[in-house]
């Protein structure tokens, strides 16, 4: 990750310029005359005028006195109607025209220094990459922003408002490297020891292995670990940033917010075993998981003051002499039994006991759950939006609101007792699949039947998690959805 410093404005004498210029707007005047008005001149005949997403590069600008090596114009659109969302994506589009220069410096003090400190973000979330595996790429190959200056009049406050900024995204970096890991490396033991590693922010950690999931019942998730040669664990992390009077063992304490993931490090899609194009994309079938684990670092990292708890349950799915059979009937930790009609519909499995523990544990004030449940999901809305179900309307419109406020957006989807009757099992309390139409409702009703009363939503991610194009703030790869979502929804209603 680049160093990002914030200073007064002064022109730069060499590396890269990033001028952030709003709609109808010229070029800051200090740089421009420098250039004799070279830079102006330039942006007019590539008729740039600071539309949101525009940008123009200006390769060696002759700006004397200095070594400027290239201008990155980026447009900002209307001025007043520059959003964070906004000003991160203007960073971020910057950061993708950097090429291999070393040092950035950008010219942001047009911009609040809240806004300044988004734009700094952006470029953060886009530069990152996913280098553990190369080892033959030269370094004259590799990208090597090191550091990025950011120009501001208000550098204490710019300062102030980017600190929580950068754990939010060191959240989101750790989401992006857990989903991009390969499956040989990051089994389920293995993701509970980078969980772990969230001790040194001083979230509290425990890991559940095979002995005290099965002391817990957890039949439905156990079923689904027995194919394989890797153990299954349950994770549980507890954030308490209530502070000491409101904090938790307190008469008055608030329950904490709980967030779940469905953390199935590969699903090859056991006996009911899927065909072999694609099937590599399965190893991010933890991703509701990498982004619980990369929120509880969000949380943590910027000090949240809430009290949180985040549940992840890790299995493997695989067909073996030891797997469970299409038919087999699983006792869940709830005491209800499920027919397992498709071995392929594990996410379901593994989440019936992961909530049914967590609200009978915390009672929390909440749940939220995170997967990559269905395929139809993607079918019924494709990669732009999650899909949101829930049985309270004041938790879908504030979690849908917090999505478009940071991109990751969500379209609501529908609950119903009709659904529900598309489970019906002739042997047992239900199956676990209910057929081709609604495949995406179906499967979040059946996890509805392990949310006893509590306040609950789940967000089926499948299409959302991974992604095979760059957006601004999100280089192609693992996306991290719902890190960013989510600590903007604890941030905006949950924390006071
Ligand atoms: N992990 C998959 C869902 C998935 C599919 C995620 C494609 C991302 C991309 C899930 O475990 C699964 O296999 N679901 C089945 C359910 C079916 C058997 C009812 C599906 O969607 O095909
Ligand atoms: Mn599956
Ligand atoms: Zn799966």
Request: aromatic share 6%.
């Amino acid at each position: 990750m680049p160093d990002f410093a914030f200073a007064k404005p002064a022109l730069p004498k060499a590396g890269a310029l990033v001028l952030l210029i709003a709609e109808g707007e010229a070029p800051w005047a200090a740089a421009d005359s420098a250039s004799g008005g070279g830079i102006a001149r330039a942006l007019k005949a590539a008729e740039f005028t600071g539309k949101k997403g525009q940008s123009c590069t200006i390769l060696a600008p002759a700006m004397p006195g200095g070594t400027v090596s290239r201008v990155v114009a980026v447009g900002l659109g209307k001025t007043g109607e520059l959003t964070r969302l906004g000003a991160e994506e203007a960073g971020g589009t910057a950061a993708a025209l950097l090429a291999r220069e070393p040092h950035a410096t950008v010219a942001a003090q047009g911009l609040t220094p809240g806004l300044a400190a988004a734009a700094a973000t952006g470029m953060a979330l886009r530069a990152w990459r996913f280098d553990r595996y190369r080892t033959t790429e030269k370094d004259s190959e590799k990208p090597r922003l090191a550091k990025v200056t950011m120009l501001t009049e208000d550098v204490a406050a710019a300062r102030a408002a980017h600190t929580p900024m950068a754990a939010v995204a060191d959240g989101v970096f750790l989401t992006r490297e857990l989903v991009a890991e390969p499956p040989n490396v990051l089994n389920p033991a293995e993701l509970a020891e980078r969980c772990r590693r969230l001790e040194a922010l001083g979230v509290k950690v425990e890991i559940f292995g095979p002995k005290e999931l099965k002391k817990l019942g957890f039949g439905a998730l156990l079923g689904v670990a027995q194919g394989s040669a890797n153990e299954p664990r349950m994770v549980v992390m507890h954030w308490n940033g209530a502070g000491a009077r409101a904090g938790r063992g307190h008469k008055d304490a608030p329950a904490p917010l709980a967030f779940i993931g469905k953390g199935v490090t590969f699903d090859s899609g056991g006996i009911s075993i899927k065909p072999a194009a694609g099937m590599e994309d399965m190893k991010w079938d933890m991703g509701g998981a990498g982004t619980v684990v990369g929120l509880m670092a969000a949380l943590a990292g910027r000090r949240a003051k809430v009290d949180a708890v985040g549940l992840v349950g890790l299995v493997e799915n695989m067909p073996s002499g030891t797997a469970q059979r299409p038919s087999d009937v699983v006792r869940t930790a709830s005491g209800q039994t499920v027919e397992v009609i498709n071995t392929d519909a594990e996410g379901r499995l593994v989440l019936a006991d992961v909530i049914w523990y967590c609200q009978n544990r915390f009672a929390p004030r909440f749940m939220i759950d995170l997967a990559t449940l269905t395929g139809a999901i993607i079918v019924a809305l494709g990669h732009d939006y999650a899909g949101i179900f829930s049985n309270d309307d004041t938790l879908a419109k504030q979690i849908q609101d917090a999505g478009e406020a940071t991109g990751e957006k969500l379209w609501r989807m529908p609950l119903a007792e009709t659904y529900d009757k598309q489970l019906k099992s002739d042997i047992a309390d239900m199956k676990n699949v209910g057929g081709r139409p609604g495949g995406a409702i179906t499967a979040a009703q059946f996890i509805q039947r392990f949310v006893n009363g509590k306040t609950w939503a789940h967000l089926d991610i499948a299409g959302t998690a991974w992604s095979s194009k760059d957006a601004p703030c999100v280089p192609k790869g693992a996306t991290a959805f719902g890190v960013r979502l989510l600590d903007r929804l604890v941030a905006d209603h949950y924390e006071k």
